[in-house]
């Protein structure tokens, strides 16, 4: 069984910052990636951020120089700190686990909410 659990999610006023908390519940397989995509109504999934097993990262464009993806080995967690947030940010957060950076896995999501 793969598990992926998201914490932190919410509402936030534009300009704003959350940080979103993903655990890894304990895996069959050694993956060696974990990241953020995020769906909004009536949009397609995005991919917002992935940090790898030898601390790697990358970026989607619409979030760089905002967002850091960072990690807590001891306690299988990956974290997306979210600065500077915009309406444009709305959306569920969904995290995955997965190889090479590409999910395999994911999580059920946390919505998160930039309104004034």
């Known amino acids: 069984q793969v598990h992926f659990v998201e914490s932190g999610g919410g509402l936030v006023q534009p300009g704003g910052s959350l940080r979103l908390s993903c655990k890894d519940g304990g895996n069959v397989f050694s993956i060696d990636s974990m990241g953020w995509y995020r769906q909004a109504p009536g949009k397609d999934r995005e991919f917002v951020a992935f940090i790898r097993t030898g601390g790697k990262t990358g970026y989607g464009d619409s979030v760089k120089g905002r967002f850091t993806i960072t990690r807590d080995i001891a306690k299988n967690t990956v974290y997306l700190q979210m600065n500077n947030l915009k309406f444009e940010d709305t959306a569920v957060y969904y995290c995955?686990?997965?190889?090479?950076?590409?999910?395999?896995?994911w999580g059920q999501g946390t919505q998160v909410t930039v309104t004034s």
């Open positions: 995955y686990g997965g190889f090479s950076a590409l999910p395999s896995w």
